[in-house]
C-alpha cells in the first residue's frame, strides 16, 4: 500500500495570505490526525477526523481549520498567517475501529512565513 | 492534561553500543498506549515500538526494547548494538483511548559514533 502523502511538501507565503496543505491517507484508513511541529514547542496536536467529523481539536486559535473528505482525505487552512506559524505540519492516518491508535505519518509539509 | 517529559535533550552513543533513552509521563487514565518515534534528518516519523498499557510484558522489536513501569510512568527505549542509521531525533508519546491523539515529549537527539 501507498503510504500517507502531504502536498506540497515545501510552501514560502507572505504574513497575512492564507495557506492549503492537503493530506492523502493510506487507503482504507478512515482517520486523519494533523500536527504541527516547531523548534520551540515540539510536537503539538492540531484536529483529528474521522469519517467527515473532526473528534477532537487541540489548543491552537481559530485560524487554524481542517475538513476530511468522504475518500478520507483532509485538508487544513490556515488563515490570516503569521510568523510564528511557520513550522513541519503532519499528517498522520489511523484504520480507525479497534487499531485507531496506529498512526502512520505523512513526510510533512514544510511552511516557511515571511 | 497529559504530558509526556524526556529528560535527555541529547544522547550519544558509540556504534555497537548500548543507550537507554528515558521518558517518564503523568495521566490518571488506566487504559492508554505509549510509543516512540524515531525522525531521522528527512524528518518522516517512523513508529519504533509501541507499548499497550494492560500488558505486563515490555515490548520488543530487533533492537529496540522497552522498560515499562506503569506504577512508576516510566517507558524508556534500550537501542542495542546501536547503528550509525539510529541516529536520529526520538519522541516518546503516549495516546490515550478517547482522545485520538498523541502526546509527544520534547525529543532526544541520539548521535551515534563510529
Known amino acids: 500500500k501507498a503510504g500517507v502523502t502531504q502536498t506540497p511538501r515545501y510552501l514560502i507565503k507572505t504574513r497575512g495570505q492564507q495557506v492549503t496543505l492537503s493530506c492523502s491517507p493510506i487507503s482504507g484508513h478512515r482517520s486523519v490526525s494533523w500536527y504541527q511541529q516547531t523548534p520551540g514547542q515540539g510536537l503539538q496536536f492540531l484536529f483529528e477526523y474521522f469519517s467527515e467529523t473532526q473528534r477532537n481539536k487541540g489548543n491552537f486559535p481559530g485560524r487554524f481549520s481542517g475538513r476530511q473528505f468522504s475518500n478520507s482525505r483532509s485538508e487544513m487552512n490556515v488563515s490570516t498567517l503569521e510568523l510564528g506559524d511557520s513550522a513541519l505540519y503532519l499528517c498522520?492516518?489511523?484504520?480507525?475501529?479497534?487499531?485507531?491508535?496506529?498512526?502512520?505519518f505523512g513526510p510533512g509539509t514544510r511552511l516557511t512565513v515571511t | 492534561a497529559q504530558t509526556v517529559t524526556q529528560s535527555q535533550p541529547e544522547m550519544s552513543v558509540q556504534e555497537a553500543e548500548t543507550v537507554t533513552l528515558s521518558c517518564t509521563y503523568d495521566?490518571?487514565?488506566?487504559?492508554?498506549?505509549l510509543f516512540w518515534y524515531k525522525q531521522p534528518p528527512s524528518r518522516q516519523m517512523i513508529l519504533v515500538i509501541r507499548q499497550e498499557a494492560y500488558k505486563q510484558q515490555n515490548a520488543t522489536e530487533n533492537r529496540f526494547s522497552v522498560n515499562f513501569q506503569k506504577a512508576a510512568k516510566s517507558f524508556s527505549l534500550k537501542i542495542s548494538d546501536s547503528q550509525l542509521g539510529d541516529a536520529a531525533m526520538y519522541f516518546c508519546?503516549?495516546?490515550?483511548?478517547?482522545?485520538?491523539?498523541?502526546?509527544f515529549g520534547k525529543g532526544t537527539s541520539l548521535l551515534v559514533t563510529p
Open positions: 495521566t490518571s487514565e488506566s487504559d492508554y498506549y
Open positions: 508519546a503516549y495516546f490515550r483511548n478517547s482522545g485520538y491523539a498523541l502526546n
Open positions: 498522520a492516518s489511523s484504520p480507525g475501529g479497534a487499531q485507531f491508535y496506529e498512526q502512520y
